[in-house]
């Protein structure tokens, strides 16, 4: 079982920076890939970028490549988001998710919800122009 709690959302400027933070208890995080997804009001859930358990694996979508960076520290359990380059249209309930299972599944298979055992509560974006 692995239970996560996002935190570091808030209001900022297009052209800014936030960091979110995904806190993590429960022993399998550490041997968990880990993933950030974001809904926008009105639209449907869309993935934001992967990590593998050993960190040394990740994969954006194409609107974040090049602003975002996901990482992690398996001492803290812990997994970030660096959000940089902000714009309005990254507005958005950001939440985490874990999949337990160090095999990584290939690119693919972490951009599709569904295959998460486990999420976060969400933490608010907002960016204003």
């Known amino acids: 079982q692995v239970q996560l709690v996002e935190s570091g959302g808030g209001l900022v400027q297009a052209g800014g920076s936030l960091r979110l933070s995904c806190a993590a208890s429960g022993r399998t995080f550490s041997s968990s890939a880990m993933g950030w997804f974001r809904q926008a009001p009105g639209k449907e859930r869309e993935f934001v970028a992967t990590?593998?358990?050993?960190?040394?694996?990740?994969y954006y979508a194409d609107s974040v490549k090049g602003r975002f960076t996901i990482s992690r520290d398996n001492v803290k359990n812990t997994v970030y988001l660096q959000m940089n380059s902000l714009k309005p249209e990254d507005t958005a309930v950001y939440y985490c998710a874990a999949d337990p299972g160090i095999v990584w599944r290939g690119s693919y298979y972490y951009t599709q919800g569904f295959n998460y055992d486990y999420w976060g509560q969400g933490t608010q974006v907002t960016v204003s122009s």
């Open positions: 990590i593998s358990w050993s960190g040394s694996l990740t």
